[in-house]
């Protein structure tokens, strides 16, 4: 069930296919979710400002929308476990890179 919204900076080496691989895997590793349930795409900004522009850190910004009631125990490990498999992946070609992953309650859902 959980809609994920991936942001990459321009900067940032990595395949958008690997990237989106490794968040559906942790989520779906995490025991929360089945993995096809899980929904993601991946945007890479056309604008986007570090710093003043002359930063050499990319980002990665993950929003991991979920279905209201899970504990804020939960919410905290499956931010860790998509942080964890983004490092994973990205860390070695990427040394400067800063990350984000925040999980949300949706307001409303309503399967078809």
């Known amino acids: 069930m959980p809609q994920v919204i991936i942001e990459l900076a321009p900067s940032v080496k990595a395949s958008e296919q690997a990237v989106l691989t490794a968040v559906n895997q942790a989520l779906d590793d995490s025991g929360v979710f ?3 349930d899980i929904k993601s795409r991946l945007y890479r900004p056309e604008f986007c400002l570090v710093g003043d522009g002359t930063m050499p850190q990319g980002f990665v910004y993950v929003k991991v929308a979920i279905m209201a009631g899970r504990s804020d125990e939960i919410k905290a490990n499956l931010a860790e476990c998509v942080m964890t498999a983004l490092k994973n992946l990205l ?9 984000g992953v ?7 859902y309503l399967k078809g």
Do not use: T
């Open 34 to 36: 089945r993995l096809s």
């Open 91 to 99: 860390s070695a070609d990427n040394p400067d890179i800063q990350y």
């Open 102 to 108: 925040e999980v949300v309650d949706l307001a409303g």
